[in-house]
């Protein structure tokens, strides 16, 4: 459970870990309303590992947004863990975010003041963690992900793998209900990226909930489920 000034909110381990119902999302352009999600269904079981895929302004992003809690919809039903985060507060939803949702980004967007360790530990910094115990998670995660050898090292001393491998650690920091990736090979080699796939899709064996948006076809035949996305509707699963 996760706890804030408002009460508790509780997590239910028997549901699946992702419902949505009847979910649209819809943005005021000057006089007119554009609808960039309609009617979205979608149900997504622990230890899943599901290819979100369609084209340019398909609605994607906006899809990766809702499930990420980084935009609200603007009508439906998002359930998260068994709680309906479309009925909480901005700071419950904050909440849970940072408690339940590792995100790995294209961009790796990491600190660039910071080194490898340091990186890793801002989710825990966030969720209260004291700081040895910050620091040896950070570690274990590091050494986890290939990275034992780095630790003291800022991103511009990195490749760009590297840094996608601090990125994938910083997103296990919390332990997450979810990984959520966003094109997570699209800025890296062909090895490179064939290493990180090779990282996420060890952490599915293991038991992790994975949701990766790609466009990479190559990506999309590790997952158990593809979900193709089309003007804004699931078109098929």
Known sequence: MIRDNSGVVEFKADAPILV???????????????????????????????????????????????????????????????????????????????????????????????????????PMYYQGCSERESAEHARELATMVGLGERLEHRPSELSGGQQQRVAIARALANDPLIILADEPTGNLDSESGAEILKILVGLHKKGKTLIVVTHDEHIAEDAGRIVEIFDGRIRCQ
């Open 20 to 122: 949505m119902e009847r979910l649209c999302k819809s943005y005021e352009l000057s006089s007119m309303e554009l609808k960039v999600l309609r009617d979205i269904a979608l149900t997504i079981n622990e230890g899943e590992y599901v290819a979100i895929m369609g084209p340019s302004g398909s609605g994607k992003s906006t899809l990766l947004n809702m499930i990420g809690c980084l935009d609200r919809p603007t009508s439906g039903d998002y359930w998260l863990g068994g709680q309906n985060v479309s009925l909480l507060d901005d700071n419950q939803v904050s909440l849970i975010r940072g408690a339940r949702i590792g995100f790995v980004f294209q961009s790796f967007n990491l600190i660039g003041q910071l080194n490898v360790i340091e990186n890793i530990e801002v």
